[in-house]
């Protein structure tokens, strides 16, 4: 499932081959159940040599952006230790290497914002930062809503808010909302409802025609 195919843009598919990376080994050089970072001594596509370090995540990164049937979406509040600043995003967590990401995510539903979804489709997989990290991140639309017990982490406290799609895309535009899932998944969700990729009557409802 953690698998990520080699597939190049069809504009690069004739183009030639670039010179690569090449690292000559591996040391570790801080381990947590969370993250390694691996140090290497390499040589650049340049031939030059370098002296890297890499933060590998022992997640991958998930998210939900859960859109309710009158064009609204459910957000989650809670401050971010890493930033020491509150953050607005839509339900996110991590699944360990060895967990469907997908089973991952509609936990982090319930946990988060205390819904399940009767419909997903896969909005993005993406790398994450890709000069440090190897960190990657999926994220899915969700639709068909129903309530269920909310079950948040013993280290977070949420608060859960209803807006309209379209005040979530102008707090983006503000600044107010700047997790990198959240606002890629939303910009996702706009070209996917323009697009005729999300059932019509909730397309319309989110975009407000």
């Known amino acids: 499932m953690h698998d990520i195919p080699d597939i190049k843009p069809r504009w690069a598919e004739d183009l030639p081959e670039p010179p690569k990376w090449v690292s000559h080994g591996e040391s570790l ?10 140090r290497h001594p ?19 990164g998930t998210g939900v952006l859960p859109l309710h049937e009158d064009g609204t979406v459910t957000l989650v509040g809670q401050h971010r230790f890493a930033l020491m600043r509150y953050s607005w995003e839509m ?13 991952a995510v509609r936990r982090e539903l ?28 999926m994220t899915w639309v969700a639709w ?20 309209p799609f379209r005040d979530l895309l102008a707090e983006i535009e503000r600044g107010a909302v700047r997790d990198s899932l959240t606002v ?24 407000g025609a």
Do not use: C
């Open 42 to 60: 390499a040589t650049a596509p340049t031939g030059a040599a370098a002296d890297y370090q890499v933060v590998r995540p022992k997640n991958v």
């Open 110 to 137: 319930a946990e988060e914002a205390g819904l399940a979804a009767e419909h997903w489709r896969a909005a993005l997989d993406v790398d994450l930062s890709n000069s440090i990290t190897d960190e990657r991140a």
């Open 91 to 103: 339900p996110e967590g991590g699944a360990p290497m060895d967990e469907d990401p997908f089973d």
């Open 29 to 38: 050089l801080v381990d947590t159940p969370w993250m390694r970072v691996t």
């Open 184 to 207: 890629a998944t939303a910009y996702k969700a706009y070209h996917m409802a323009r697009e005729g990729e999300l059932p019509a009557a909730l397309a319309r409802a989110m975009l």
């Open 144 to 163: 068909g809503l129903s309530a269920v017990p909310v079950d948040p982490d013993p280290t977070e406290v949420i608060v859960a808010a209803r807006v």
